[in-house]
Structure formats: structure tokens, C-alpha cells
């Protein structure tokens, strides 16, 4: 069973809760990246209108697949903006450093992806 390591991510979570189901994995890391190109659009838009209400209501979404995926430094930037009342410069440095962390993310995933789905054919 592979089990890809990452410096930013990691899926050791998603092994424990899943007794090892590739198939179920597989699932998982496919939604989350399929998801990627519009968390990073969303993050991006509420980087320019800085609408906080609405920046807390993206994350509340993105949370569950985060923290399942065990993102490095999301979970400090969610309780940080969670926290805060209104938009700060460490608002914004926040959200630029997800949204880069996103965009890195990316093209690794697909490649566990690609891996994984060996696994589970």
C-alpha cells in the first residue's frame, strides 16, 4: 500500500480512519484536488474585497478536506481568521500563504493520484 510522504501534506489521517482503502483514498485526494482550482479562485477574489464574513464561510468549507489531508499551516491560518474581527494585513499574508500552499499542492496530489490509482485498479 503506498503511503506518499510530503513535507506540506499528509495522508497518514486518511489511513487511519479508512483501515487502508485505496479505492476510498483515492476518492478522497481526487475531490480535494478537483476542488483546488476553486478554493484558490475563491481565496483569491475574497483576497481583493477582503470580505471577512464571507473569507470565514470559504474556510468553514475547506475545512473538513484540510484537515483530513492534514495541510501544513492550515490549521493555525483557520483558527487565526476564525478568530479575528476584522481584516488585517496578517489576514491577507494569511490567505496568500494558503492559497500558495494550494497551488503547490496541487500538482503533487495529482501525482499520488496517478500513483494510487494503480493501487486501486
Given at each position: 500500500m503506498m503511503q506518499p510522504e510530503h513535507q506540506l501534506y499528509s495522508y497518514s489521517y486518511l489511513y487511519r480512519i479508512t483501515s487502508t482503502s485505496p479505492s476510498f483514498i483515492h476518492k478522497m485526494i481526487g475531490l480535494f484536488v478537483s476542488s483546488l482550482d476553486e478554493y484558490v479562485a475563491e481565496l483569491e477574489?475574497?483576497?481583493q474585497s477582503k470580505n471577512l464574513q464571507e473569507l470565514k464561510k470559504v474556510l468553514h468549507k475547506m475545512k473538513p478536506s484540510m484537515m483530513n489531508l492534514e495541510i501544513k499551516g492550515a490549521g493555525e491560518i483557520l483558527s487565526r481568521v476564525?478568530?479575528?474581527d476584522i481584516w488585517?494585513?496578517?489576514t491577507s499574508d494569511s490567505i496568500c500563504q494558503l492559497t500558495n500552499t494550494l497551488k503547490e499542492i496541487k500538482p503533487l496530489m495529482e501525482q499520488d493520484l496517478h500513483e494510487l490509482s494503480k493501487?486501486?485498479?
Open positions: 477574489l475574497l483576497l476564525s478568530g479575528s488585517t494585513t496578517a493501487e486501486v485498479s
